[in-house]
């Protein structure tokens, strides 16, 4: 690959060289501090700049600064010399250290994801670095930092190009031109300020609140509310850095994937394959009922489970939206939903609800659990399991993906892919055995998307396992490639033609089903 920078012996090329200054920097920040903070106290509060009673050891301690700051920037000019990325053969890799010595590296074609992040002080550089994500990896398989951001964006469209299969081949020599790309939804920052105040986050504070006050009152106790001054602290910090993550959001489809924008001050800039996200979560707190705000999450391979706010930001679909805007965004991860009416059954997953039905049968009599829009809900004999949530507690399997709705208030609705059912278990506790009924649990990659099928019928959950399992054999069977463009161009072709137009594909008629092979196979089945 052609790249414009340094290069070095066997095609390997070296970093920007400002890259150890702008990981470093807080180092130096802490030399500077610790040999200056007392000269500056002293220059504020109108004394000497330097103190009389060290006159004698000035020189020595110039000396051991100085030593300091030389090794610290020798330390960063050998970090940045023997830090050196190469392209070729099918991989990436980067190779670091100058006493202990590395090197990772991640196939050109199973990049899950490829971010493009910039800090502050990587942005006043003009500087990106780059994460690959790959299958299995719980942190980035490689960090490349740091680049122009340029040449970030053509090393990046050249290995998605790959990934994509828009470009074949045994090697990615080839340079690509950035895809083009449309933007397809936008988050304007009142709503998401709006999406903040409003959070899950919001209520537990004016709950906290409401009894700190009461107790105060009741005590006759004053001094709670300084215990109070950490928390509004911690609270003001988290909100902030939501809407710094969420700041500026923006989605755009391209041929590469889906290219999502946020950030701001620190940006990042992601880029998905719709073939490799492996599940998808639509969510709706109850305060954001009232605007009709929905958020969305996703499992990626790679990316893993992280509590930081980094990690909760990388695997963010959507963090508000109405519903159109989760309608399109599904039609992205999901191009062909097998379904001949995919906005009725989307919206029964996210808003409906069974009927209260009349009757009341014994736990033991086999009774057929409701359907509402091909939804199979909980049985009404086990309302006491879930008082509230036994009326959106259901399943749903199309052709390409198994639908999951859950929650009367923190509504919830989860979509599995059939081909990304990695494993499944049955569960039925003592209290579920009494009301005969199970929880189905399907197993994917780590992620913020656990999903689960809660409180079915025993038979319903029996059957759903058994057909599941075919279903995702057969799934697999058809999917023939990991480049994701490969993957939709046959089961949806208006979607591929979207795709090399930079513009998004509607949800619209499914493909033909296709024949599906009866199988006995069945996956781990657990009883506890």
Same mark, same amino acid.
């Given at each position: 690959?052609?790249?414009?920078?340094?290069?070095?012996?066997?095609?390997?090329?070296?970093?920007?060289?400002?890259?150890?200054?702008?990981?470093?920097?807080?180092?130096?920040?802490?030399?500077?501090?610790?040999?200056?903070?007392?000269?500056?106290?002293?220059?504020?509060? &109108?004394?000497?700049?330097?103190?009389?009673?060290?006159?004698?050891?000035?020189?020595?301690?110039?000396?051991?600064?100085?030593?300091?700051?030389?090794?610290?920037?020798?330390?960063?000019?050998?970090?940045?010399?023997?830090?050196?990325?190469?392209?070729?053969?099918?991989?990436?890799?980067?190779?670091?250290?100058?006493?202990?010595?590395?090197?990772?590296?991640?196939? !050109?074609?199973?990049?899950?994801?490829?971010?493009?992040?910039?800090?502050?002080?990587?942005?006043?550089?003009?500087?990106?670095?780059?994460?690959?994500?790959?299958?299995?990896?719980?942190?980035?398989?490689?960090?490349?930092?740091?680049?122009?951001?340029?040449?970030?964006?053509?090393?990046?469209?050249?290995? !998605?190009?790959?990934?994509?299969?828009?470009?074949?081949?045994?090697?990615?020599?080839?340079?690509?031109?950035?895809?083009?790309?449309?933007?397809?939804?936008?988050?304007?920052?009142?709503?998401?300020?709006?999406?903040?105040?409003?959070?899950?986050?919001?209520?537990?504070?004016?709950?906290?609140?409401?009894?700190?006050?009461?107790?105060?009152?009741?005590?006759?106790?004053?001094?709670?509310?300084?215990?109070?001054?950490?928390?509004?602290?911690?609270?003001?910090?988290?909100?902030?850095?939501?809407?710094?993550?969420?700041?500026?959001?923006?989605?755009?489809?391209?041929? +590469?994937?889906?290219?999502?924008?946020?950030?701001?001050?620190?940006?990042?800039?992601?880029?998905?394959?719709?073939?490799?996200?492996?599940?998808?979560?639509?969510?709706?707190?109850?305060?954001?009922?009232?605007? &009709?705000?929905?958020?969305?999450?996703?499992?990626?391979?790679?990316?893993?489970?992280?509590?930081?706010?980094?990690?909760?930001?990388?695997?963010?679909?959507?963090?508000?939206?109405?519903?159109?805007?989760?309608?399109?965004?599904?039609?992205?991860?999901?191009?062909?939903?097998?379904?001949?009416?995919?906005?009725?059954?989307?919206?029964?997953?996210?808003?409906?609800?069974?009927?209260?039905?009349?009757?009341?049968?014994?736990? +033991? =009599?086999?009774?057929?659990?409701?359907?509402?829009?091909?939804?199979?809900?909980?049985?009404?004999?086990?309302?006491?399991?879930?008082?509230?949530?036994?009326?959106?507690?259901?399943?749903?399997?199309?052709?390409?993906?198994?639908?999951?709705?859950?929650?009367?208030?923190?509504?919830?609705?989860?979509?599995?892919?059939?081909?990304?059912?990695?494993?499944?278990?049955?569960?039925?506790?003592?209290?579920?055995?009494?009301?005969?009924?199970?929880?189905?649990?399907?197993?994917?990659?780590?992620?913020?998307?656990?999903?689960?099928?809660?409180?079915?019928?025993?038979?319903?959950?029996?059957?759903?396992?058994?057909?599941?399992?075919?279903?995702?054999?057969?799934?697999?069977?058809?999917?023939?490639?990991?480049?994701?463009?490969?993957?939709?161009?046959?089961?949806?072709? =208006?979607?591929?033609?979207?795709?090399?137009?930079?513009?998004?594909?509607?949800?619209?008629?499914?493909?033909?089903?296709?024949?599906?092979?009866?199988?006995?196979?069945?996956?781990?089945?657990?009883?506890?």
């Amino acid at each position: 690959m052609s790249l414009p920078d340094k290069k070095v012996d066997g095609g390997w090329n070296r970093v920007h060289p400002a890259s150890p200054f702008v990981r470093g920097w807080v180092a130096l920040a802490a030399v500077g501090f610790f040999f200056g903070r007392d000269a500056f106290e002293r220059m504020l509060q &109108g004394r000497d700049f330097l103190d009389p009673n060290l006159n004698g050891r000035v020189p020595w301690l110039l000396a051991g600064g100085a030593v300091v700051l030389l090794l610290t920037v020798g330390g960063f000019i050998l970090s940045w010399y023997f830090t050196r990325y190469q392209v070729a053969e099918g991989y990436v890799r980067v190779n670091t250290g100058f006493l202990f010595k590395q090197q990772r590296q991640a196939r !050109l074609d199973r990049v899950q994801a490829i971010d493009i992040v910039q800090p502050l002080l990587a942005r006043i550089f003009g500087l990106a670095e780059l994460k690959f994500e790959v299958a299995d990896a719980g942190e980035s398989a490689v960090r490349l930092a740091y680049l122009p951001l340029d040449q970030a964006k053509q090393l990046r469209a050249t290995i !998605l190009a790959r990934a994509a299969g828009v470009v074949s081949g045994p090697e990615a020599t080839e340079e690509v031109p950035e895809a083009p790309e449309h933007v397809v939804l936008s988050v304007p920052p009142g709503r998401l300020i709006g999406s903040l105040l409003l959070s899950e986050q919001t209520i537990g504070i004016l709950v906290g609140a409401a009894v700190v006050v009461a107790v105060s009152v009741f005590t006759q106790n004053q001094t709670l509310f300084l215990a109070l001054i950490p928390g509004i602290l911690g609270i003001g910090a988290a909100y902030w850095t939501s809407f710094n993550k969420g700041y500026n959001f923006t989605a755009a489809i391209s041929p +590469d994937g889906i290219r999502l924008r946020y950030g701001l001050l620190d940006t990042q800039a992601q880029t998905l394959p719709p073939g490799r996200i492996q599940a998808l979560m639509v969510t709706q707190p109850p305060l954001w009922r009232i605007f &009709g705000w929905y958020r969305m999450h996703v499992n990626v391979a790679g990316y893993g489970v992280s509590a930081s706010t980094e990690g909760a930001a990388r695997t963010m679909l959507l963090p508000v939206g109405l519903k159109p805007d989760v309608m399109r965004m599904m039609s992205l991860v999901l191009p062909d939903p097998g379904v001949e009416d995919p906005e009725r059954v989307f919206t029964a997953g996210l808003e409906g609800l069974a009927p209260v039905g009349s009757s009341n049968p014994a736990p +033991d =009599e086999q009774v057929p659990e409701v359907q509402t829009d091909g939804f199979t809900t909980t049985p009404r004999r086990a309302r006491l399991l879930a008082p509230l949530g036994w009326r959106r507690n259901g399943f749903r399997a199309t052709r390409t993906a198994l639908l999951i709705r859950s929650g009367r208030w923190w509504r919830a609705l989860v979509m599995v892919p059939h081909q990304r059912t990695q494993s499944m278990a049955l569960h039925q506790g003592p209290w579920a055995r009494r009301f005969g009924v199970a929880d189905l649990v399907l197993h994917t990659t780590a992620g913020p998307v656990s999903p689960r099928v809660f409180q079915a019928g025993v038979s319903q959950a029996v059957e759903l396992f058994d057909q599941q399992a075919a279903r995702a054999r057969e799934a697999r069977k058809r999917q023939t490639s990991e480049q994701w463009l490969a993957q939709v161009a046959p089961q949806a072709p =208006e979607v591929a033609a979207a795709a090399e137009l930079g513009k998004p594909a509607e949800l619209g008629k499914p493909a033909e089903p296709e024949q599906h092979q009866t199988s006995t196979h069945q996956e781990d089945r657990h009883d506890g």
